[in-house]
C-alpha cells in the first residue's frame, strides 16, 4: 500500500468519527432531557407564595393578577404574577385549583377547542390563539366584552361568552355553541388563565397583551 493515502479515503478514521459523533450526540440528549423536565415541572403554591418563579406555575396561579412584560434581557415578554385578586369572587385552595384546571383541560379535550383555536402552539388557526387569551385586553375593565357581557369582571366575562358565544359575536368570524355548562366554563377560564401564566419565550408574538399598570394603554 502506497503511503501517502489521505486520511479522508481511510475507513477506519470515519469508523472512529461516527463513534465518536454519535457517542456526544447520546450525551447531548440525555443532559437536555434532564434540563427541559426541569424547566417544564409545574411550580408549588409554595413557589408562589415566596415569589419563586417557574416556567409552569402551579395551579393556585388563578389566585393572583397576570400581567405581559416585556424583559430587556430576554428580549420578549414573560407573564410577571402580581398581587391576588379573587377568582370568581374567592379565593382557590390547593385542591379547588387543581379540580378546576383539570376539568377546564378535560372540556377543552372533550369540545375540541384546537379544532379552531392554537394552545401551546399546537391547534389551527381558524380561530385566535387561546395561549394568552386571558391577557387579551378586550376582556379588561377598558375592553368592549365586560359591557358586551354584561359582566363585572374579566373571568365571568369569559365564563358568559363561553357558555354563549353566538349572542356575542365579535369578529367576522362566530364561534359556536358548543353546549358548554357554566361549571366547565369556570374551569375553561381557570384553564386560560393558568395557560397565560406560562413562559413561552414569547409566544405568540405580537400578541395584544395586557400590560402592568406602568405601562396603560
Ligand atoms: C368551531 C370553531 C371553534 C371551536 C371548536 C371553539 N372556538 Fe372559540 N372561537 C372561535 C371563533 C371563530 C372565535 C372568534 C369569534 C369571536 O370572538 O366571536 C372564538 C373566540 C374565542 C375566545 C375569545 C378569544 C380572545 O382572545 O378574546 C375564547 C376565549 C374562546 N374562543 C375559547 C374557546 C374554548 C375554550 C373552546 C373549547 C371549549 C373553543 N373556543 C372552541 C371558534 C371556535
Redesign the pocket.
Given at each position: 500500500m502506497s503511503k501517502n493515502v489521505s486520511v479522508w479515503s481511510s475507513i477506519p478514521f470515519w469508523r472512529r468519527s461516527a463513534a465518536w459523533v454519535t457517542g456526544f450526540a447520546v450525551v447531548l440528549l440525555i443532559w437536555l432531557t434532564f434540563d427541559t423536565m426541569g424547566q417544564i415541572n409545574m411550580g408549588t403554591d409554595d413557589d408562589l407564595k415566596n415569589g419563586v418563579t417557574k416556567r409552569v406555575p402551579a395551579p393556585t396561579v388563578i389566585n393572583y393578577h397576570i400581567t405581559y412584560e416585556m424583559s430587556e434581557k430576554r428580549g420578549h415578554e414573560v407573564p410577571v404574577i402580581g398581587d391576588k385578586e379573587p377568582f370568581f369572587g374567592k379565593e382557590y385552595s390547593v385542591e379547588e385549583a387543581a379540580a378546576a384546571l383539570h376539568l377546564g383541560k378535560l372540556?377543552?379535550q372533550a369540545?375540541?377547542?384546537m379544532?379552531?383555536?392554537t394552545l401551546l402552539g399546537n391547534g389551527a388557526y381558524?380561530?385566535?390563539?387561546?395561549t394568552k387569551?386571558w391577557l387579551?385586553p378586550?376582556?379588561s375593565e377598558s375592553g368592549p366584552?365586560m359591557a358586551m357581557t354584561g359582566k363585572s369582571t374579566r373571568e365571568e366575562a369569559?365564563a358568559e361568552?363561553?357558555v354563549n358565544?353566538s349572542k356575542?359575536?365579535?369578529?367576522a368570524?362566530?364561534?359556536?355553541n358548543?353546549g358548554?355548562t357554566p361549571d366547565e366554563a369556570i374551569g375553561?377560564v381557570a384553564?386560560?388563565k393558568h395557560m397565560s401564566s406560562i413562559d413561552t419565550n414569547g409566544f405568540p408574538r405580537n400578541f395584544g397583551k395586557e400590560q402592568g399598570d406602568t405601562n396603560a394603554h
Amino acid at each position: 500500500m502506497s503511503k501517502n493515502v489521505s486520511v479522508w479515503s481511510s475507513i477506519p478514521f470515519w469508523r472512529r468519527s461516527a463513534a465518536w459523533v454519535t457517542g456526544f450526540a447520546v450525551v447531548l440528549l440525555i443532559w437536555l432531557t434532564f434540563d427541559t423536565m426541569g424547566q417544564i415541572n409545574m411550580g408549588t403554591d409554595d413557589d408562589l407564595k415566596n415569589g419563586v418563579t417557574k416556567r409552569v406555575p402551579a395551579p393556585t396561579v388563578i389566585n393572583y393578577h397576570i400581567t405581559y412584560e416585556m424583559s430587556e434581557k430576554r428580549g420578549h415578554e414573560v407573564p410577571v404574577i402580581g398581587d391576588k385578586e379573587p377568582f370568581f369572587g374567592k379565593e382557590y385552595s390547593v385542591e379547588e385549583a387543581a379540580a378546576a384546571l383539570h376539568l377546564g383541560k378535560l372540556t377543552s379535550q372533550a369540545k375540541n377547542c384546537m379544532n379552531c383555536h392554537t394552545l401551546l402552539g399546537n391547534g389551527a388557526y381558524y380561530a385566535p390563539d387561546l395561549t394568552k387569551a386571558w391577557l387579551d385586553p378586550a376582556w379588561s375593565e377598558s375592553g368592549p366584552m365586560m359591557a358586551m357581557t354584561g359582566k363585572s369582571t374579566r373571568e365571568e366575562a369569559i365564563a358568559e361568552f363561553l357558555v354563549n358565544p353566538s349572542k356575542y359575536p365579535t369578529h367576522a368570524r362566530m364561534m359556536p355553541n358548543l353546549g358548554i355548562t357554566p361549571d366547565e366554563a369556570i374551569g375553561l377560564v381557570a384553564f386560560l388563565k393558568h395557560m397565560s401564566s406560562i413562559d413561552t419565550n414569547g409566544f405568540p408574538r405580537n400578541f395584544g397583551k395586557e400590560q402592568g399598570d406602568t405601562n396603560a394603554h
